[in-house]
């Protein structure tokens, strides 16, 4: 019985990382994430992108 009750909390554990997510680039400024939809602000700058690097030896 893990088929579709697995998957299930799976995406319910997805979209919570996905909202973080749109929360921290709203929080940067590269965002405007609102209920009327989202819209692009501005690009990362190279040293925001490198900060958000868990290993630069290992970017992806």
């Known amino acids: 019985m893990t088929g579709r009750k697995g ?3 799976s ?3 997805r979209g919570s990382a996905i909202d973080g997510g749109l929360r921290a680039m709203a929080d940067l400024g590269l965002i405007d994430w609102s209920s ?3 819209a692009i ?3 990362p700058t190279p ?3 490198d900060a958000a690097r868990k290993d630069a030896a290992d970017p992806l």
């Open 7 to 9: 998957a299930g909390r």
């Open 36 to 38: 009327d939809g989202l």
């Open 41 to 43: 602000l501005r690009e």
């Open 11 to 13: 995406m319910r554990r």
């Open 47 to 49: 040293a925001e992108m």
